[in-house]
């Protein structure tokens, strides 16, 4: 399987000639001309992952993708027919397999208001936790690590980093940053990932690894 790292908290997954999109938000490039496109997962219905514009484009690109989301991207995504999941759900579409994790997103603030999340496992390989600290019940071979967000603190993320202790990890949700900042939190998820015999990777935008 392929993984492509598009701007921000977006994932293109490629294997055997199909595609699977997460999370392509208001701060990724235009993706909405991918093609071979057979399923979009999104995790939760902020702008930075759920973009309606985006959306409309992967779907009139990709006529009978698949969709999936929680309740409130379902809601949000009114026109589109989204499959809702839940924590323990578990989908297999066109040589992918998704299971979902947890079901709320992390605090940013006590005066804005909490939302759900989803986390993904695909494939049994990469796992990618949306806006969340939720650690899956099973080994993780690559994580999708987020670096950078309203609700995110550099220790906590190295807290969670120890708690799945992934073979591999490679940085997501990061399109704030600046380059001193990318450094910074990167080293950060590379210690913690070698603590554990993982191996860090730094994913630039257009960047890919294999499965």
């Known amino acids: 399987m392929k993984i492509t790292k598009h701007g921000h908290a977006c994932l293109e997954l490629e294997l055997d000639g199909k595609k699977a999109l997460i999370d392509p938000g208001l ?3 235009d993706v909405s001309g991918l093609t071979d496109v057979v399923v979009l997962v999104i995790t939760h219905s902020h702008d930075d992952h759920c973009f309606e514009t985006q959306v409309a484009g992967i779907v009139k690109s990709n006529p009978g993708i698949k969709i999936f989301g929680t309740s409130e991207v379902a809601a949000k995504l009114s026109g589109f027919d989204v499959t809702t999941v839940y924590h323990g759900d578990f989908f297999q579409e ?14 940013i603030h006590e005066s804005i208001p909490l939302i759900q999340n989803t986390a993904v496992m695909v494939n049994g390989k990469l796992y990618y936790p949306g806006d969340s600290y939720t650690t899956p019940d099973q080994p993780v071979e690559i994580l999708a690590c987020p670096t950078s967000a309203p609700w995110l603190k550099i ?6 980093v120890a708690a799945v202790k992934p073979n591999q990890s490679f940085a997501t949700h990061n399109a704030l940053l600046s380059d001193l900042g990318h450094d910074l ?3 950060r998820v590379k210690l913690v990932t070698e603590q554990f015999g993982g191996e860090f990777t730094y994913l630039k935008v257009g960047d890919s690894l294999e499965a």
Do not use: A
């Open 27 to 29: 701060y990724t490039e």
């Open 94 to 107: 066109q040589g992918f397999s998704f299971e979902f994790f947890g079901d709320m997103h992390q605090i």
């Open 185 to 187: 939190n990167n080293g």
């Open 155 to 160: 220790g906590d993320v190295m807290d969670f």
